[in-house]
């Protein structure tokens, strides 16, 4: 039987100038009171182009650490609590927007009610359209980031607008792209070409690569805006493929380059950021015989889809000058087997994409990630 679950999200809102044309709406959904979580490099963008357009807000949150830590969490929400906020506005990454969601999580907890949640992402990852989220959890013996899925906290109200993403550090921005391809590829994996999850997801990871694939080398994007390089309607562009990549995600689940990403991030600290420009391609690759045809959808040509997408995503990897390996960062080699165990114990349906023999599959596939 067909099936698409569907979000509680009221409104997306896109194009240019949708900050200041949209934000003085949002009291038409609900959101009253709002508090803005976001972190100190965005201020000025909140000054600048969030606070003059929002009425009777009650105050910023900034003390948000990557990968969300559980104690990070709990301080916004009794933030949220002293200034008895009514919603939240995420101004920010997957991030900000998965401690909105805790926070509003955890509200519900300790008040019966979930705090709605405004989105103005500043990347491309597509958090700004799902109910999930990760918390890191600090207090045991081994970090280690758990996810959830609750629907109520999914974004009410989400603002698309290339302002948000024209400051946005260049590798942030393109390594976040390349999570949103990954949205498209995992998302494959329980559903048929003919889903709409496949239908959108064709279109986004389209947009994706035709706007990376001409981006220049080295500039930040304000660079290649000035030089003519790069248009706010291909950061638009880039806005759009991330929400069509991610335009379903409650009729899909993670798979195998997230569940390590998650551990790579979450236990080892790596960037949430480059992780699926480590692991997309070469999951890819390892799981082609799971996917079999499926990811024809996102890659037309015939048979070979597998191999043909993992060698785009790797090809644009490189020319971004994007992370590639575990090894540009710090974590050594011996704790391969660490991130084995996490996955095995913790995300064995995902391992089991690999076919027969999956643990040691797994481990020849960390040593390529390596």
């Not at 709605?116 to 045991?140: D, K, M, N, R």
Request: aromatic share 6%; charged share 20%.
């Amino acid at each position: 039987m067909n099936h698409l679950n569907c979000l509680p999200q009221d409104a997306v809102f896109w194009g240019e100038n949708t900050l200041a044309t949209a934000l003085p709406r949002i009291a038409d959904f609900g959101i009253e009171r709002p508090i803005v979580f976001t972190v100190e490099p965005l201020e000025a963008l909140v000054r600048d182009h969030v606070e003059p357009h929002l009425n009777r807000s009650v105050g910023n949150f900034l003390d948000l650490p990557a990968h969300v830590p559980g104690v990070a969490v709990h301080a916004a929400l009794e933030a949220c609590l002293r200034s008895n906020a009514g919603a939240i506005v995420g101004v920010g990454g997957g991030s900000v927007l998965d401690a909105a969601k805790a926070v509003s999580h955890l509200h519900h907890g300790r008040t019966g009610r979930h705090l709605p949640i405004v989105a103005l992402p500043t990347t491309l990852s597509g958090s700004e359209f799902s109910h999930y989220f990760g918390i890191t959890e600090t207090g045991g013996p081994q970090k280690f980031k758990r996810s959830y899925a609750v629907r109520e906290t999914t974004p009410k109200v989400v603002l698309i607008d290339p302002l948000l993403v024209r400051g946005t550090p260049r590798a942030l921005l393109l390594s976040s792209a390349i999570k949103g391809i990954d949205h498209a590829v995992e998302g494959m994996r329980k559903v048929m070409p003919s889903h709409p999850h496949a239908i959108m997801a064709a279109s986004g990871v389209d947009r994706f690569l035709r706007v990376i694939e001409k981006w220049p080398a080295r500039l930040e994007t304000r660079q290649a805006i000035e030089a003519g390089l790069v248009t706010d309607d291909d950061l638009l562009q880039l806005q759009l493929g991330a929400w069509q990549c991610y335009f379903s995600p409650a009729s899909v689940i993670y798979g195998l380059s997230h569940r390590i990403g998650h551990i790579l991030g979450g236990t080892f600290g790596l960037p949430h950021s480059a992780t699926s420009c480590i692991t997309l391609a070469p999951v890819i690759r390892a799981c082609a015989a799971f996917y079999g045809d499926k990811l024809e959808a996102l890659s037309p040509g015939g048979p070979g889809a597998a191999e043909r997408l993992a060698a785009r995503i790797a090809a644009a990897v490189a020319a971004l000058g994007l992370p590639s390996r575990v090894s540009d960062f710090d974590l050594d080699r011996a704790r391969l087997p660490e991130v084995a165990a996490l996955l095995e114990a913790n995300y064995p349906d995902e391992v089991a994409d690999l076919g027969d023999d999956a643990p040691a599959r797994l481990d020849a596939l960390l040593e390529r990630l390596w």
